[in-house]
Nanobody, 126 residues
């Protein structure tokens, strides 16, 4: 399995921006499609964004489309989530995940992911 470590979370005011990073190790990063999920208190974990192995295909949940952007740098074994125009309802623990080896396309289903980071807290104040 690939090991994942998220960073970049924190407290921000509504309308502000954050960039989350997820550093991968243990396997060849470019072999894994990646994704971001989030879980708010009392709610189930939900898909936020996904990206293919090359970075050429991305998907974003409707709730974040136009505000969040997923990207990756295979040379740095890192996937990013740029979050702009943040809202209080974006408050959650954000998780980075790696899809199963050599997954084709941009995964969106939790069942397609096999490795997870520990999560990073994002809190948006009103």
């Amino acid at each position: 399995q690939v090991q994942l470590v998220e960073s970049g979370g924190g407290l921000v005011q509504a309308g502000g921006s954050l960039r989350l990073s997820c550093a991968a190790s243990g396997r060849t990063f470019s072999h894994y499609a990646m994704g971001w999920f989030r879980q708010a208190p009392g709610k189930e974990r939900e898909f936020v964004a996904g990206i293919s192995r090359s970075g050429g295909i991305t998907n974003h949940a409707d709730s974040v489309k136009g505000r969040f952007t997923i990207s990756r740098d295979n040379a740095k074994s890192t996937v990013y989530l740029q979050m702009n125009s943040l809202k209080p309802e974006d408050t959650a623990v954000y998780y980075c995940a790696a899809a199963r080896l050599n997954y084709n396309g941009s995964p969106t289903n939790e069942a397609d992911f096999g490795s997870w980071g520990q999560g990073t807290q994002v809190t948006v104040s009103s």
